[in-house]
């Protein structure tokens, strides 16, 4: 097992785009959960899936936000037409139940410009 | 809404010095674990404490849960370099765990 894996690693795009990120989690993971990084700040929770199914959303999730689980396995999140403010580390985690422990990805790293 | 406050957000000391961070959360936490991230990493799941008044150490790292669940605190005694980063704590409030502000810890040689 090669733990959570994210791509791409760094994505810069021009304001007004849209972009998409997948997540792949370990594979005995249920629980697969995305968070928004800024510098400086801890990570901020923006939604989870228990399996395929979407169970939570943070308010932070404008409707410009969407994820995906599909199959429940690997993840997508996409921005739609984005802002300067979206640049951040997206980091995606996964778990095996809701009191466990979480193993992050990487993250991806978007860039506004 | 949930909040889950770090302080101090920087500390540097002198190898050998011992270190701690402190957790307080606005609300009753269910659980809270420790996560540490280093520079240009990110977070590492360190440990989770359940119980109110809770104690665990790991080697020179000593965690504990407030009698109230509503602070932690993150004790590391002689510090290394190995051990920079930044440290934070996650408390779970219904179903997902919100993190602190973090710790930004600094080892001089």
């Known amino acids: 097992d090669t733990g959570v894996s994210q791509n791409p690693r760094h994505k810069i795009t021009k304001r007004g785009q849209n972009v998409t990120f997948r997540c792949d989690p370990i594979s005995e993971h249920n629980r697969l959960y995305w968070y928004r990084q800024t510098l400086g700040q801890g990570p901020e929770f923006l939604t989870y899936f228990q399996n395929e199914a979407q169970l939570e959303k943070s308010r932070l999730l404008s409707d410009r936000f969407s994820a995906e689980r599909p199959k429940g396995s690997f993840s997508t999140l996409e921005i739609q037409r984005t802002e300067q403010g979206d640049s951040a580390m997206y980091l995606c985690?996964?778990?095996?139940?809701?009191?466990?422990?979480?193993?992050f990805g990487s993250g991806t790293r978007l860039t506004v410009v | 809404g949930q909040q889950v406050m770090q302080i101090p957000q920087y500390q540097h000391v002198q190898e050998g010095e011992d270190f701690t961070t402190y957790c307080n959360s606005s609300t009753t936490l269910s659980n809270i674990q420790w996560y540490k991230q280093r520079p240009g990493g990110h977070p590492v799941f360190l440990i989770q404490?359940?119980?109110?008044?809770e104690v665990k150490k790991q080697k020179r790292l000593t965690f504990q849960f407030g009698e109230a669940k509503k602070n932690s605190s993150l004790h590391i005694t002689a510090t290394q370099t190995t051990d920079v980063g930044t440290y934070f704590c996650?408390?779970?409030?219904?179903?997902?765990?919100?993190f602190g502000t973090g710790t930004s810890l600094t080892v001089i040689p």
């Open positions: 985690a996964s778990s095996t139940g809701r009191v466990s422990g979480y193993t």
């Open positions: 996650a408390g779970l409030t219904g179903n997902q765990f919100y």
């Open positions: 404490l359940v119980k109110s008044g």
